[in-house]
């Protein structure tokens, strides 16, 4: 399997390009903030065509790119359809002080092909298998992908915010539910093998089993308690 990601935009957001091997059809998740040079280069590197764009979620940190990016290959997006208004009014999603600055240089708008994500859905592009989970919290329609275990690769879960390495997504914006978010984390994440690899929305790469040990919102969701580390107001903020 080949993933190739890079971190795009004003917000650092995670771009990656998932292919069973060089040369292959691939699909992109989340094309954010100024990230379509990124996704032609690596598109180039690894001799990539692209099938489909699948986003987490619908702030326009992960998907300011999507319009530019499908319409270039002729590709549908996936996204929930309790996020898909996102796309087309991204400061309704985020509050006017967030949305505002950049709102100028954003390319806002839905591609031409949009399909919609449902809870346990099995999607098969680029021939690889990715289930979908209904993760709300951050939105109200964030999911999450899963990959599953190869003979020589372990499985592999893109989190996009619900879960980075250390914290969590924030829930402090319009349609963020902390409740709603640990219920998420102890109903998706924790159920996951320790070797699974985490790639996140924002910051590095990490495993399940790194999380469930050291994370300090996921040991108190693991543990059913409500201290002081599930606090939603401790939890530092990457993205949006």
């Given amino acids: 399997m080949l993933i190739a990601g ?6 650092g957001t995670n771009c990656y390009l998932v292919a069973p091997a060089a040369g292959e059809e691939c699909v992109i998740i989340d094309p954010g903030h100024q990230a379509v040079q ?3 280069e690596t598109l180039k590197k690894h001799r990539l ?15 300011a790119s999507v319009v530019p990016v499908c319409g270039a290959h ?5 996204i929930h359809p309790e996020d898909r208004y996102m ?3 991204p400061e309704k999603a985020l509050g006017r002080s967030i949305g505002m600055p950049l709102m100028g240089e954003l390319t806002v708008g839905e591609p031409d092909d949009v399909r ?13 298998d990715f289930s979908v989970a209904h993760a709300p919290g951050h939105t109200k329609g964030s999911v999450t992908f899963r990959m599953p275990e190869s003979p020589d690769v372990p499985s592999v879960f893109f989190s996009g915010d619900l879960l980075f390495a250390g914290s969590i997504g924030r829930t402090d914006l319009p349609g963020g539910s902390h409740a709603e978010m640990l219920e998420s984390l102890g109903r998706v994440c924790l159920p996951l093998d320790d070797s699974t690899v985490v790639l996140s929305g924002h910051g590095p790469q990490t495993t399940i089993g790194r999380e469930r040990a050291t994370n300090p919102y996921l040991r108190e969701v693991a543990a059913g308690r409500r201290g002081h ?3 939603p107001t401790a939890a530092p903020r990457r993205g949006m």
């Fill in 6 to 11: 890079f971190p795009a935009g004003a917000w």
């Fill in 74 to 78: 002729d590709v549908p997006a996936w």
């Fill in 49 to 63: 065509k692209p099938v489909a764009v699948v986003l987490t979620h619908g702030h326009i940190d992960h998907v």
């Fill in 229 to 231: 580390a599930a606090d």
């Fill in 87 to 89: 796309m087309s009014d």
């Fill in 38 to 40: 990124g996704v032609e």
């Fill in 116 to 128: 919609e994500l449902t809870d346990g859905a099995a999607l098969k592009l680029a021939g690889m």
